[in-house]
């Protein structure tokens, strides 16, 4: 709600006082039989209206937000109260009261500016409704309708049937505009799902009191008890002050209300129970007819509801499993699905000749475009392979999406098809650009000539494509990795050539630790290439006899990045050349060239850490004697926590021993 000046609080909040003040005096008269009085049951009364009204028209000028709605319904009790100012003035007191009468229009026009008011606020708070929720509210209110009928509308129509034509149609006018309210109400509270909140809360209670003290009115009236200025007076501005609170209770942002659970069949439930209750009330006592028909619409709506929500939940239950068997990215089916396609395959061979391909590719090269060009990028690139890879089967079969950047195509073909839709699918997967190169391997089986079963095929496919996918990783880092070597060789044979085969130790130790086959072979890399970036230190540097300076150990910090850029330009070898940055990184974060520490350090750089130390130990260098293996050990143990992982070193440790590296620690003899 907009902000109010300090002035205007101060005026609305004095009003509302003094308003309060007098309905609290004109309910303690009516409670003693003094509300009938001149002050009570005229000024006081009247002058309670009348700020009720003005509160609500009030509310519509000061705040720009909702301002129809309230002009709508502050116009109305304005109205109301003109009717009833009317009323006192001049038809009570003349002893006749006409019918229809000036005070009737005033009465009677409350209801369409009261409709219009709400339904107008209803849109504001909560926006369009869904038919469903509409067909809710109906039912609701005209339940609700059909019972009031049911209990009040025969003998109000019995007394009004009395009068002349016109008396009758005013008189009957005041119970249908009640029971249209009334339902208005019920089906405003449906659209707020239930939970209308203070501001509906209070309106709703506010149009319920009206509405139910203008029943009592004509019922009272009807029998002859109605006692002028007794309680049942006290609703009318009991009323109307509610909807004067209403109007200044703060609104809510626009929300869409979703109805879910026992919610959505609690409404037609309920009505259907209430229109049943009508209309067996019937077989015992005469209903009016209005109540009968009103019973029988609320039955025929909650058929119609029943029929909408089956429908929508068959709709709902193919959705469910149009999405349960599709991914989310792509598009093209997924495992599941696979799953079930195997199994129909398996259950239904195909025709004579022909059989059917399950193939299974993983892209290469995708986890280097992903961590390049990020995430969205690389989702972008999987949607793009996806809807190719989909054109490419469908002339034989279907694609799917397993997961991650593992694709699979099943297709029912020939022998002599394979090569061909092999191709295609590979082809689709295919994508080059400026700084990455995406392919893919593939692992592919016929069924049943080479598998039998859903499980079979699956692992068969899955082996072969694995198979395929070392092969060619192999070969190409095997070669890039060569030339590395080669030249290390050339420029420091040193360093290419130790006693300590770094290697075979650093892949004994990862498989120690429980890494997987690919992660073994770029440790074992990393292992082999560790010094690559040595070649940029000069000579004078790292064949120095004695300690390093400060700026000569700034050379020797930065070979990690060098090798990391030297191995890295081998597309095969950037997983490896990632290693190799962080082999010089120290548990307790004081390493380079990053300062990385403890989980930070890639674990595959913590293994080469600790194999690389324990060959630097115990082999020759220029300025300083190696080390028995046991004592090479000793340090690792030492330096554990604080330069070395000591999971790590003791994974090396139980590799040391088993390998039978740790021989005795010689002891110098004593003089005698």
């Known amino acids: 709600m907009a902000k109010l ?33 001149t002050l009570f049951g ?45 009323y006192l003035a001049t038809v009570a007191s003349s002893g006749s009261v006409p019918i229809p009468s000036p005070a009737d229009a005033g009465y009677l026009l409350l209801y369409p500016l009261t409709y219009a008011g709400l339904i107008v606020l209803l849109r504001k708070r909560i926006g369009n409704f869904p038919a469903t929720r509409w067909l809710d509210g109906l039912i609701a209110g005209l339940a609700v309708a059909a019972l009031t009928a ?34 208005l109400v019920v089906t405003a509270a449906a659209f707020t799902g239930w939970r209308p909140g203070a501001t509906w809360s209070l309106l709703g209670a506010g149009v319920v009191v009206l509405a139910i003290s203008d029943v009592a009115y004509l019922l009272e009236s009807a029998q002859g008890s109605y006692v002028e200025g007794g309680l049942l007076d006290v609703a009318w501005p009991l009323g109307a002050l509610l909807l004067a609170g209403a109007a200044w209770v703060p609104a809510p942002p626009s929300q869409r209300v979703v109805a879910r659970g026992m919610r959505v069949s609690a409404v037609p439930v309920a009505a259907a129970l209430l229109a049943i209750g ?26 119609a509801r029943l029929g909408i929500s089956l429908r929508r939940t068959g709709e709902s239950l193919q959705t469910s499993e149009r999405e349960a068997r599709t991914d989310e990215l792509t598009g093209l089916a997924n495992r599941r699905a696979l799953m079930d396609d195997l199994e129909a395959v398996t259950a239904r061979p195909a025709a004579d000749g022909r ?41 034989h079969g279907r694609a799917y999406r397993l997961g991650g950047d593992e694709f699979c195509v099943l297709c029912e073909c020939s022998a002599g098809e394979v090569k061909e839709i092999l191709a295609l699918a590979r082809e689709a997967l295919t994508e080059h650009g400026e700084g990455f190169d995406i392919g893919a ?27 395929n996918k070392v092969s060619e990783r192999a070969s190409a880092g095997s070669q890039s990795r060569d030339v590395l070597l080669a030249a290390l060789r050339a420029r420091r044979p040193s360093l290419a050539e130790q006693d300590v085969d770094v290697a075979g ?28 970036g040595k070649m940029a230190i000069p000579d004078a540097i790292l064949g120095k006899p004695g300690p390093l300076e400060d700026s000569e150990w700034e050379f020797v910090r930065r070979h990690p990045l060098i090798g990391e850029r030297i191995i890295g ?19 307790d974060g004081g390493g380079y060239p990053d300062g990385l520490a403890g989980e930070q350090i890639p674990l595959g750089s913590r293994v080469v850490a600790v194999c690389g130390a324990y060959a630097a130990m115990v082999s020759e260098r220029p300025h300083s004697v190696g080390m028995k293996p046991a004592r090479a050990l000793e340090e690792l143990r030492r330096a554990a926590g604080q330069q070395f992982d000591p999971a790590v070193v003791e994974a090396f440790e139980a590799v040391a021993e088993a390998r039978g590296l740790l021989a005795p620690v010689d002891v110098e003899p004593q003089s005698r």
């Open 5 to 37: 000046a300090p002035h205007q609080r101060l005026v609305l909040r004095s009003a509302g006082v003094v308003l309060a003040l007098g309905f609290i005096a004109f309910a303690i008269a009516a409670a003693t039989g003094h509300g009938g009085s």
């Open 42 to 86: 005229t000024w006081i009364y009247c002058g309670v209206m009348v700020g009720a009204a003005a509160s609500c028209l009030a509310r519509a000028v000061l705040v720009r937000r909702e301002r129809a709605a309230w002009l709508l319904i502050g116009t109305g009790l304005l109205l109301w109260t003109g009717g009833e100012i009317y």
């Open 150 to 183: 049911a209990l009040a509308l025969g003998p109000i129509a019995a007394a009004a049937g009395e009068g002349s034509g016109a008396e009758v149609a005013t008189n009957l006018a005041y119970p249908i505009c009640d029971l249209t309210l009334l339902a």
């Open 278 to 303: 009508v209309l067996a009330g019937e077989r015992i006592d005469r209903l009016p007819a209005a109540a009968e028909v009103l019973a029988l619409v609320t039955l025929l709506l909650v058929i």
């Open 355 to 395: 059989g059917h391909l399950l193939a299974m590719f993983d892209l290469d090269g995708f986890k280097l475009y992903n961590d390049t060009f990020g995430h969205p990028t690389g989702d972008a690139l999987l949607a793009r392979l996806g809807a190719r890879l989909a054109r490419a089967a469908e002339a």
């Open 441 to 467: 391997s593939l692992g592919s089986v016929m069924l049943p000539s080479e598998a039998d079963s859903v499980t079979t095929a699956m692992q068969l496919a899955d082996r072969r494509m694995y198979a």
């Open 505 to 532: 130790l650093a892949v004994a130790v990862a498989e120690a630790l429980g890494m997987s086959a690919e992660e073994r072979d770029e440790v074992c890399r990393a292992a082999q290439l560790r010094e690559v």
């Open 569 to 587: 330009s081998a597309a095969a070898l950037v997983p490896v050349a990632r290693l190799v940055r962080s082999v010089g990184e120290r548990q």
